[in-house]
């Protein structure tokens, strides 16, 4: 069996419309917690148009935020004469207010036809965890590995180790696996934006030796393994200057690379009274307890809420026969140790806070410096499941 998951660097033109979307929710939560932000981004060519629904007691320079994150992604340099540049673009805002309809079934308060006056889930959905042995991080393999190839790429980049990458790239890894265990890596797709001057020979020797062969386990890579490398043989014009972006677009690479399954919701510009963005976390987190604990080599969790309802309409636990207790046992256990409401995993992860930008690049998980990556509920779990 073989399979595939693709990541994207920080200069695709999704990811710069998911980064300024949370630099703008980030730079709202950062004076005031309480927040509603429902952010969307358009980039393309040398525009940004932001649309959605903000109320705050915030304060500051949308247009400053913006260019701010475009800087940090890379978009600043004049040597290429860029369309797309942090100080250049035109900025549409088209930001309002929060439906007063979607905020009282939000607020913790009581309204007409609202069952309680808990704060209730900000929409309806389905929402998915997932965790796994294959890595340390307790992530698939082929999504950790694709991410790691466009950390070293930003890397690289950023500290001039070389003056001609430009900040578009994409990679895919294709995992190899013989009675469910990962035998070698198959093949190895790495796209980058570049300066028009480098020869794609010294590019794909670049990539291969300095990229691939640096972050990717080396008894996994044999003779077999394939490398793709630019395989349209050039890449000068990337970024919103090549193709349009969107948030919210790259949900897949946001999670685990197509091996868990998605509800559909997308994450970015999305303060955590969403559902879509914060039990998505809170299930990543239970999960990966579970398999931190011992419970199961895999566990994935889903949940489902109705908006503005405060308790989950289902939970759903599948450890795919590799639970070491029965699913039911350690959903019971899920259940007595985490607190699924929407203002518990506000509280339980303390969400309220800017670090939404940390999370935009390369997957919201897998990294240990956010909240929801944390195994700190094993010993609970352990003595819940047994008791």
């Known amino acids: 069996m073989k399979f595939s998951s693709e990541s994207v660097g920080e200069g695709?033109?999704?990811?710069?419309?998911?980064?300024?979307?949370?630099?703008?929710?980030?730079?709202?939560?950062?004076q005031d917690?309480?927040?509603?932000?429902?952010?969307?981004?358009?980039?393309?060519?040398?525009?940004?148009?932001v649309a959605g629904e903000i109320t705050t007691k915030a304060r500051f320079d949308y247009n400053e935020v913006i260019r701010e994150a475009i800087r940090e992604i890379g978009y600043e340099s004049e040597e290429d004469d860029p369309v797309f540049h942090a100080d250049d673009v035109f900025i549409n805002n088209f930001l309002t207010r929060q439906s007063p309809d979607i905020a009282q079934g939000v607020d913790a308060k009581a309204a007409d036809g609202?069952?309680?006056?808990?704060?209730?889930?900000?929409?309806?959905?389905?929402?998915f965890g997932y965790a796994c042995n294959e890595t340390p991080e307790l992530m698939p393999a082929a999504i950790m590995y694709a991410h790691r190839i466009l950390r070293k790429l930003a890397t690289?980049?950023?500290?001039?180790?070389?003056?001609?990458?430009?900040?578009?790239?994409?990679?895919?890894?294709?995992?190899?696996?013989?009675?469910?265990?990962?035998?070698?890596?198959?093949?190895?797709?790495?796209?980058?934006?570049?300066?028009?001057?480098?020869s794609h020979k010294q590019l794909e020797e670049f990539i291969i030796s300095e990229v691939i062969r640096q972050v990717l386990p080396h008894e996994l890579l044999n003779g077999s393994t394939r490398y793709l490398i630019n395989p349209t043989g050039k890449f000068v014009i990337g970024g919103?200057?090549?193709?349009?972006?969107?948030?919210?677009?790259?949900?897949?690479?946001?999670?685990?690379?197509?091996?868990?399954?998605?509800g559909g919701g997308a994450f970015s510009g999305k303060d955590p009274s969403k559902v879509d963005r914060s039990a998505a976390y809170m299930c990543r987190w239970v999960a990966k307890n579970v398999v931190a604990a011992g419970l199961a080599d895999i566990c994935e969790l889903q949940v489902a809420y109705a908006i503005g309802y405060p308790n989950p309409t289902s939970i759903h636990v599948e450890t795919f026969d590799t639970g070491?207790?029965?699913?039911?046992?350690?959903?019971?256990?899920?259940r007595e140790v985490f607190q699924f409401?929407?203002?518990q995993i506000v509280d339980q992860l303390d969400l309220l806070r800017p670090i939404y930008r940390h999370s935009?690049?390369?997957?919201?998980?897998?990294?240990?410096?956010?909240?929801?990556?944390?195994?700190?509920?094993?010993?609970?779990?352990?003595?819940?499941?047994?008791?």
């Open 12 to 30: 695709h033109p999704d990811k710069v419309a998911d980064y300024i979307s949370d630099s703008i929710l980030d730079a709202c939560l950062e």
């Open 33 to 49: 917690p309480t927040s509603r932000v429902a952010c969307e981004t358009l980039v393309k060519s040398n525009m940004v148009t």
């Open 114 to 127: 609202k069952e309680t006056a808990e704060q209730g889930a900000g929409d309806q959905g389905i929402m």
């Open 156 to 198: 690289l980049r950023k500290g001039r180790a070389v003056d001609w990458l430009r900040p578009d790239a994409k990679s895919q890894v294709c995992i190899a696996y013989e009675d469910g265990k990962i035998t070698h890596i198959d093949n190895v797709v790495v796209s980058t934006q570049h300066k028009e001057s480098v």
């Open 240 to 262: 919103p200057e090549g193709d349009a972006g969107l948030t919210g677009r790259k949900i897949i690479v946001d999670t685990y690379g197509g091996w868990g399954r998605h």
């Open 324 to 334: 070491k207790y029965p699913d039911a046992r350690i959903a019971e256990a899920i």
């Open 341 to 343: 409401k929407p203002a």
């Open 360 to 387: 935009t690049h390369y997957g919201h998980f897998g990294k240990p410096e956010l909240p929801w990556e944390l195994a700190n509920r094993v010993e609970e779990l352990k003595a819940a499941v047994e008791g």
